[in-house]
C-alpha cells in the first residue's frame, strides 16, 4: 500500500523551497544539502504563479520540470502548492476588479502578495485554471506527497463582489428579509432592511457595527474562500490525481476560518506555526498549536511551517537556539504531527522576507544552525517507527477537553461587549496553559460532538451559543461529566442576542445561577476569592440558584456573594466561574479539579523540573516524549528505551535534551539527577 502523509512511514522532513529565487548553481547545492540534512520532503510552488504563467494563458513549466526532477534524483518528494495566494501583477492589471478592498474601503493593489478579492468571478476562473494545468501535468507523478492548496486562507474583502456573495449566502441563509431583520436586531438603529440590495458587508460606518451582521460576515467569508479551495480542490480530482490535499492554516493569529467544517474538506490538516514569545511561554504555544491541530484533524496532522532559527518579536527578530528548534519539532511530532517543515529552505537574499529564518542560513551550511537542522534530520530517522500511528483509537490520549469554536471568537469580538479586553484565544490559552504547566494532555472539542471520553471539559469565554450547544453540554453533565464554564460565556444566542433573566441566559439553568449585573475592573484591580484564589477583569452580581457554593467573592463591592458555584446534576456537575482567575489560580483550580477527577499527569512531578511529557501511541507501542525545558539535569526510570539516545530504563536528560521512549511499560518516576 503506498503511504500517505497519514502514515508515510517515516517523519516529512523540510520545507518551502523556492528555487525560481536561484542560480541553477545553488539548485545543485540544495539537493546535496537536502541529503546530508536527510530531507525527504519539499514543498513547491508556493509563490511561483508569475513563473508558471508569465502571461495570462501562457504556461511555463520546464523550470518546475527541471526542480522536480532534481529532487527525484535525490529522492526528495514534493508538496505540490497551487500558487493562488498570490497572482501576478499581469493578472490585477488585466482584472482589476479582482482586487481586495478594505472595510474602509480602499483597494489592496498588488505590490506584495494575498492580492485577490475570493468572489471575483476573474480570480476564480484563474486559480481553477492554474490549479486544473498543475494537476493534470504533475497531478501522478510519484513523488507527489500531496496537493498544499493556496497558502493560509484569509483575505478578506469588502468590495462589490463580496457584497453580491454575501447577499446570496443571507438569501440562503434567512430566505425572507423580515427573518434577516429579527435575528440582527434591526429595529435598533432604523437599520431595517426593506431589500436584499440594501445590505452591504460590514464596511466603514460612522460608529458600532451590528454584531448579528459582524459575526455573519465571518461565517459568509468562512464559507466563501471553503468553496473556492473546494474548487480547486475539485479540479486536481478531475484532473485524475489521487493524491492527498491540505492548505495550511495559519495559526493563531487568524481567525477567519471555521476550523472544524475545513478541517473536513481536508484529506489531512496542515498549520504554519510561529511563537509569538521568546520566552519559555512559547513552549505552552507550541503545546497549543499542536493539541489544536491534533484535535482539528482527528489525528494525525502536518505542521507545514515553523521558524528555524528565530521569531519576530515586536520590532525585531530573536533568536531561537538549536536545541531549542529540535525540542520544538520534537514537541509538534509529540502531539500527532507527521512532519517537521519550514519556511523556508534556504534564507532568501532579496524581496520582502529576506530576514526570515531558514534552514540554510545566509551564511550557509558551515553553520551551527545548519549543523542542528542536520541533527534533527537524523533524530527523525531514528524515531521513524513513531510515524506509524495507532490501527485503532486516539494517537494522544486524554480526559480532558476544551471546547473550541470559531464562532466563540467572531461573536468575542464583536464590540461594545462588557469588557472588549477580553480575548477569546487568550482565554483559551490560558486554560490549556494551565493543564500544560500541570503535565496533563488535552485536546479541543467540537462543539456538538461525542465528549464521553473526557472526565473534565471546560469551556472558556463562549460568548455566543446556540440552544442545541446548550443541550449537548446539559447532556454531557447529566451523563457523569465535569464541566467547568467560565464567565463571558452563553451570555448571547447565535444572532449575538442576549437572553434576558439574567446572565449567563442561555446556561442559567443548567449551572443554576443567576447573574444580575456584570461588573468589568480596570486591570489591576484583582479580586480575592473565599478559596485564596484571584481574578479581576470581569466579575458579576451571582446568585446561586440550584447551585453550592465553592467560593465566594472576598473582596471590593461584591463581597460574601457567591464567585465559582458547582451544581450537581444527573451524575455529573457543572462548575461557574463568574470570575477572569489569574493565571496561577486558574492553574491551581483546575489542576485541583483534575485530581478530583481522578485525572492524572502524564509523568507525575515532570512539570516541577521544567520536562514536558507527552505519550504518543504508535501502531505496536506508546511512546512517552520528554522535553526537558529546565535547567537542572533528571533522571527518569521505568522500563523503555531511548529512541535517540539507546539507553534503557534510565534515563539521563540534560537541559534542552529530548527522549523518545518506547515504553515497555506506563510507570515512569523522575528525579534530580
Ligand atoms: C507564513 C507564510 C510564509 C512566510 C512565513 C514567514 O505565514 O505562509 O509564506 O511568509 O509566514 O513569515
Redesign the pocket.
Known sequence: MPHTPHAPGMFLFGG?YNPEQWSREIWAEDVALMRQAHVNTATIG?FSWAMLEPSEGEYDSQWLDDVISNLDAAGVGFFLATPTASPPPWFTTAHPDALPIRADGTPVLHGSRDTYAVSAPAYRDAARGIARFLAERYGTHPGLRGWHIH??YGTIDYGPHAARAFRDWLRRKYVTLESLNTAWSTAFWSQRYGTWDDILPPVQTQYLHNPAQLVDFKRFSSDELLAAFTEQKDEIRAAGSTAPITT?F?LPTWNHLDQWAWSDAQDIVSI?H?LDTAGPDGEAHVAYGSDLTRSWAGGPWLLM?Q?ATGMRVGDRLATKEPDRMVRNSLGYIARGSQSSLF?QWRASAGGA?LW?GALVPHAGADTRAFRAVVELGEMLEKISEVAEPPTSGVLVESEIGIVWDAEGWWSLETPHLPNDAIGYSDEVRAAHRAFWRGGYAVDFVRPGTDASRYRLLVVPALYAITAETGRWLEEYVRSGGCLVVTFATGLADEHQRVVAGGYPGMLRSLLGVRAEQIFPRPDGDIVYLSNGLAGGSWTEMLHADGADILARYDSGNLSGLPAITRRSLGTGSAIYLSTKLEQASLDTFLAGLAAEAGILPVLEGASAFGVEAVRRRGATADYLFLLHHGDHPVRVDGAGADLLSGARDRILLAPGQVAVIREESRAWSIVDA
Open positions: 518551502d508556493v497558502n493560509e495550511n495559519m504554519d510561529y511551517e521558524n519556511f522576507e526570515h
